[in-house]
């Protein structure tokens, strides 16, 4: 498969000093929401104060309905589903009419709730599946015709710097470097930032202000410097289909983590791993990671709010990934910690992650239960200046 990076430069990072600890726990507050599907018993909203955001990725469509509160948002309602947009993608390369026929059926729950809330402000987005498939333009006609929603397809490099915004809350204020990973259906983008130049308290409020590019937003403020991207086209789906003839679950873990790897040859940090020191965190976004932190923590239920900010060791994530793979295919697909929807993607997904966790090994990796759509929200909230200055 070809392989495709973005990037900005590739400055030097500067030393850095041992600080100790790596990570702190710091008082984080984290937007408030309801599940996917349920809305709260409380008053409705002025739909004025309303913005949504969509995001259909390879495997996945998700939206988030929420209004501006202080420096962070709350949701009024979302939704979640599997679409499987991408099925069959790899070797048509066309967008399936089954796939396109669950999709529509999704963005359809989509708009009646877009309606109910009478919003008006949204951003509805479609990412790698679509910037791949032939067909795509036909599908967002498709769309546009049965359900009057506009999709966008946006490009990588804003995919990436989205999933940025939305995990500012989770960078500690000792991280002098940060690597921020988002694990999707159908592509992983990885972004490295160096965040020595930054005031501590300020750690946070820098990587907001990357929503309006890489370069960040022109105030004059201290902002995180993006030292290399990178957009890799495999995700938990795509990466599953590339060796789905391989029978042997270990050996097609092992060729799946190890082909992940040889696609990173293009990203600085891969090539220079001396730039890893102290102060280093990794932030990963997907439903690959807080799923593996449900099992650690043992969850029956998913419950986000144990998940989301959640510190987890290299040892307890190879724990989580060996246990996987003691279960088999059969014992996968009865644990309620993974769940339908991810049994059969979450080797792929465990396979990136393990890659990750081998060319940059840290003692904590931080678990982030949001992601583009979270971005999305912060992006257009701080474009209409409705939310407060302060700290997260």
């Not at 290399?228 to 789905?244: E, H, M, N, R, Y």
């Not at 439903?287 to 239920?301: D, E, F, P, Q, Y």
């Given at each position: 498969m070809s392989k495709r990076s973005r990037r900005r430069g590739k400055p030097k990072l500067k030393s850095v000093p041992d600080t100790g600890a790596l990570l702190a726990q710091r008082d984080l507050a984290f937007p408030t929401r309801v599940p996917d599907g349920h809305k709260p018993a409380a008053p409705d909203p002025d739909p004025a104060d309303l913005y949504a955001a969509l995001d259909l990725g390879t495997n996945s469509c998700r939206m988030l309905i929420a209004q501006p509160k202080g420096s962070q948002f709350h949701v009024i309602d979302s939704f979640s589903k599997s679409v499987q947009l991408g099925l069959g993608l790899e070797a048509s390369g066309k967008l399936s009419r089954g796939s396109m026929a669950r999709t529509v059926g999704a963005l359809k729950i989509c708009q009646r709730k877009l309606t109910e809330h009478k919003v008006k402000r949204m951003r509805l987005v479609a990412t790698e599946a679509c910037r791949r498939a032939s067909n795509a333009r036909d599908f967002i006609s498709l769309v546009q015709r049965d359900t009057g929603l506009a999709l966008e397809i946006i490009e990588p490099e804003e995919e990436a710097r989205l999933a940025v915004v939305s995990c500012a809350p989770l960078v500690s204020t000792k991280t002098e470097q940060l690597l921020v990973v988002d694990i999707g259906g159908g592509s992983t983008e990885l972004v490295w930032m160096d965040l020595s130049d930054v005031p501590r308290v300020e750690r946070p409020a820098a990587i907001m202000r990357l929503h309006e590019g890489f370069e960040g937003a022109d105030t004059g403020e201290p902002s995180a410097?993006?030292?290399?991207?990178?957009?890799?086209?495999?995700?938990?789906?795509?990466?599953?289909?590339?060796?789905?003839?391989?029978?042997?679950?270990?050996?097609?873990?092992?060729?799946?983590?190890?082909?992940?790897?040889?696609?990173?040859?293009?990203?600085?940090?891969?090539?220079?791993?001396?730039?890893?020191?102290?102060?280093?965190?990794?932030?990963?976004?997907?439903?690959?990671?807080?799923?593996?932190?449900?099992?650690?923590?043992?969850?029956?239920?998913?419950?986000?709010?144990?998940v989301d900010g959640l510190r987890m060791t290299s040892s307890q994530i190879d724990t989580v990934i060996q246990n996987y793979l003691a279960m088999g295919p059969d014992g996968r697909r009865k644990d309620?910690?993974?769940g339908r929807d991810r049994q059969s993607l979450i080797m792929s997904g465990a396979a990136i992650l393990q890659a990750l966790l081998r060319v940059w090994p840290t003692d904590r990796l931080s678990v982030a239960d949001r992601g583009l759509r979270e971005g999305l929200l912060y992006a257009q909230m701080s474009a209409d200046g409705v939310l407060e200055e302060g700290p997260f």
């Open positions: 410097r993006v030292v290399d991207w990178i957009s890799v086209p495999l995700g938990v789906a795509t990466l599953k289909d590339q060796f789905s003839d391989v029978a042997d679950d270990a050996a097609r873990f092992a060729l799946m983590s190890w082909f992940f790897e040889e696609n990173l040859a293009e990203f600085s940090p891969y090539n220079e791993p001396d730039q890893v020191r102290e102060g280093f965190q990794i932030i990963g976004t997907s439903g690959t990671v807080t799923t593996v932190a449900a099992s650690h923590l043992n969850l029956r239920r998913y419950d986000r709010n144990k309620a910690r993974i």
